[in-house]
């Protein structure tokens, strides 16, 4: 099924990607074609077939719930673009 | 040679036994290959070359040594993929959108080789976001594959993702260097370029500290121009690490001493499905002649069948995208990298996301975003992680009647720049003999085995069972030997 530059436009406000108008077009294009050809999934089998979790066979280990590590605020904020007293400045969210 | 030294194009095992004879020190090795990447410049094969702190653990690796025995890798130079993330030293994932990040942080693979005596030279090239296979996607610029075609002075690629890595192998700029492997991101730039390159099993490496791209995908790995430089680089890479959850905790073996030369009664599959159509002539011979050093060395050669290999790659695109799209909504202009101002936040992760990634990285976070949104989850992800299952099946079914699978490692040697960058499709189908072992997470290799019609390197493939490393190497070890690849690309790091 062919995107149309509505569908695109839909997915890039969902990745926060900032697509100009002009792209949505080609985008829909390149987009489509990958997804014709991923299509041909459909002519598999699927019936009663686990979906795959782990590609490995192991249990995920537990460890006991406690603090191991920490007090690294300056690391954490080290490559920030903006910072003040450790923590992340970000524009204005409520207004 | 033309370095004086006479240092630069040793293996690692050679350096290995040179410096225990103290015939040089790990300060000349560094020297050497601090003057190697120089030298290497035109492949623009480094994002960051680190001599200062090359220099400074050559000298900790030689007073170690002083002191009493050391490992294998003590002293000995490396590359590493720009995807590692290494505590003070520029990390960039070849991406514009990790402008200036520096880890505070190791990861713990380059971990691992510190505290093997490794001597980190620089930090290497590669698609960015670690997706594609050309390396064309860097916001670096590409890399230059330092072979050429006969009586064709036509810049190729070298493959990718871990372009840079290998292509600095290849130039001799370096004995090893590490990459990473998602669908094919080692073992397809090492049959471009000539060297080997191998991905092992999933968990066997951590992935902590790796920039992610494909979670469930992602493994680190070696390149060097021997099957046994590759076997020792492995041994100080791999184990367990209780920060990564999916590493597994089960001894690492002495993979070099796996390399037995003898693989008397070996299984060796053969897949029906992996004659693709239109497979070149060349590629088909190359395989014939792998099947052939096998079978004279005493192995036993299996015809097999991997139904579900045709839905490899389209699956795949499912997945791995969808795994991107989620670990690169971390990039939003705040912790780290480039920001750019815009209105309010929305705006500004929109306006940040779209200056920071690349042409590639958007669209496969868009295929991402997509196959993971409402509506069509079951019909895409879902689907594609049964059809997983099935791939992962065939390859458990096989590995019952055989040991390794042997294929080739690409259907084609490496393109010139330019070519086969207007369709995304065709440029996937690269990874097409790498894709199906990646999603059943198993440990494979790549090993030059011949040159193609005009003169490029061609590798082939082999694929063993889980955690079955040492049988991997070994039979890889054999068909090295019998291949007995000596070509050298027309671009060797310090000759005139």
Redesign the interface.
Known sequence: MP?DTA??AR?????????PESDLEP?AG??S???S??E???E?D?EG??????????T??M?DDEVTDGG?AD??V?????TTDNF?V????IE | MADASGLVGLTIAEMRDGLEKREFSGVDLAQAHIEAAEAARPLNAYITETARTALDRAFFSDTRRAQGPVGPMSGIPIAVKDLFCTRDVLTTAGSHILDGFTPTYESTVTTNLAHAGAVMIGKTNLDEFAMGSSNMTSHYGPVENPWRRSGDNRPLVPGGSSGGSAALVAARAVPGAIGTDTGGSIRQPASFCGVVGMKPTYGRCSRWGIVAFASSLDQAGPFARTVRDCAILLGAMAGHDPKDSTSVDIAVPDYEAALSGDIKGLRVGIPAEYRVEGMADEIETLWGNGIAWLNEAGAETVEISLPHTKYALPTYYIVAPAEASSNLARYDGVKYGLRVTGDDLADQYGKTRAAGFGAEVKRRVMIGTYVLSAGYYDAYYLRAQRIRTLIARDFHRAFEKVDVILTPTTPSPAFAMGEKMDDPVAMYLNDVFTVPSSLAGLPAISVPAGLSGDGLPLGLHLIAKAFDEETLFRAADVLEQAAGFDAQPAFVAGRP
């Open positions: 995107l569908t695109v997915i890039a406000k969902l990745a926060r990607l900032d697509i985008l390149e987009l074609n990958i997804l050809w991923i041909q999934l459909n598999v699927v077939v686990e979906p795959m979790t782990s590609v490995v066979d192991v995920l280990p460890r690294h690391d954490i080290g490559n920030a673009p903006e992340f970000v524009p204005k969210v």
